[in-house]
């Protein structure tokens, strides 16, 4: 069985702000991958190299082609930065940030490869992560020719477990697909050269179907809300495990799917762990997204809900 290749990105990330071109993010994906296999903790400083030969498999390309897009992408990854917001874990406040992706990034002809040092910032973004993020499979990118195409995926899938997002102000959407102030300014065109042709190679590609919402004042659109299913032949071929029909297949301490949902749905359960998520995330948002997250940490470590006994919740 292939390895499965999954980015995985803390929620900060993937809201942030950035403007990055296909190969920039594609080089982004790569890093991160290599990052976490060698290492989940990765020092910062810690140099990473990525391949020709590894871009080109992933993304269906020729080497000498994946080379030169690699290089190209060199240069305006040196020059970009990110604009994101998180919690102060202090004072519970909320701080807004800039940062840089990369502290170092060059290649190395003779081996056809590229070398970057992830900027500091970055490293507990794509590594140390605990509570709130996001993860897919490279694969669902892979075939994604616009880089707006490629974010929206991102902003979308972090709402996998609710099927449909918070409204987005305009605004606010067009800061993080990257659309620059001069561009697409008029609604049809922004409409026909980021949005619409984003959900066309995402409904295509990837393993959702997406549409959206348009709110208006007026007669002036100010947000978007995007609605999304799973592909049925992606639930088929076991890239969805999880479903609550199905929840005594996956247990912990012998206890469902459905049981674990009324565990998160618990009032007492929710006072006790409202703390391990973020106000602004899917989870501390929207009570689909709190089950949903709370099931997958009560599988993935049980220990950390230490409060009292699990079980007392279903009481």
Not at 283 to 302: P, S, T, V
């Amino acid at each position: 069985m292939t390895k499965k290749q999954m980015v995985v990105k803390d929620n900060n990330l993937v809201s942030a702000t950035y403007s990055l071109g296909v190969a920039e993010q594609r080089l982004i994906f790569l890093a991160i991958i290599e990052a976490r296999e060698q290492n989940k903790l990765i020092n910062v400083g810690k140099s990473l190299r990525i391949y020709a030969k590894s871009y080109g498999k992933q993304f269906n390309v020729e080497k000498h082609t994946a080379y030169e897009a690699m290089k190209r992408a060199v240069e305006g990854l040196y020059e970009a930065g990110f604009s994101y917001s998180k919690t102060d874990e202090e004072s519970g406040e909320l701080g807004h940030y800039k940062s840089r992706w990369v502290d170092k990034i060059g290649y190395i002809d003779n081996l056809g490869c590229v070398e970057l040092v992830f900027a500091s910032d970055v490293v507990p973004l794509i590594t140390r992560l605990e509570k709130r993020y996001t993860e897919y499979e490279l694969r669902q990118v892979s075939s994604l020719q616009s880089e707006y195409a490629i974010r929206l995926y991102e902003l979308i899938i972090q709402w996998k477990s609710v099927g449909k997002t918070n409204k987005i102000l305009l605004d606010d959407l067009r800061m993080m697909l990257g659309v620059e102030p001069e561009q697409y300014k008029k609604m049809c065109n922004f409409k026909a050269k980021v949005l619409d042709l984003a959900i066309k190679q995402i409904n295509k590609y990837t393993d959702i179907t997406a549409d959206y919402d348009q709110h208006k004042d007026g007669r002036v659109i100010t947000g978007f809300t995007f609605k999304f299913k799973i592909k049925k032949d992606e639930v088929a071929t076991g890239t969805v495990r999880r479903d609550a029909s199905n929840g005594d297949m996956f247990t912990i301490e012998g206890l469902s799917d459905n049981q674990l949902g009324r565990i998160a749905r618990n009032p007492s359960f929710m006072a006790d762990y409202n703390h391990m998520v973020s106000s602004t995330s899917p989870a501390g948002q929207d009570i689909k997204a709190w089950e949903f997250e709370m099931i997958n940490r009560l599988k993935k470590d049980a220990t950390e809900f230490n409060k009292r006994p699990i079980r007392e919740y279903l009481l």
